[in-house]
């Protein structure tokens, strides 16, 4: 799994805890639902959710941002491929 996948899992993992919907998510965290909806499709075309965006994200969850990262998901990441603008 690459890590822009590890976080969209993570953030429905962590919004269905709160029993929080996307859109209630969108509206605590600031994050606009747009954004938030583009980030979390499957094969989604958001290749990197900005650090701003996530902890935006914790702030709307409730929670601290270094529990955003303490999930089995983060574990044995495939690496990134490196694009030709590098």
Known sequence: MHI???VRLRI???AAE???T???LADLSGVSASTL???LRPYATVKNTGVV??????????IEFTDFWKSPLFKDLE???ESDNE
Request: with cysteine.
């Open 4 to 6: 822009q996948e590890a």
């Open 37 to 39: 909806k583009l980030t």
């Open 12 to 14: 429905l993992e962590l």
């Open 18 to 20: 709160k029993h929080i």
């Open 22 to 24: 996307i859109n209630k």
């Open 53 to 62: 965006t996530i902890k935006k994200l914790c702030q709307g969850l409730n």
């Open 79 to 81: 690496p990134e491929e």
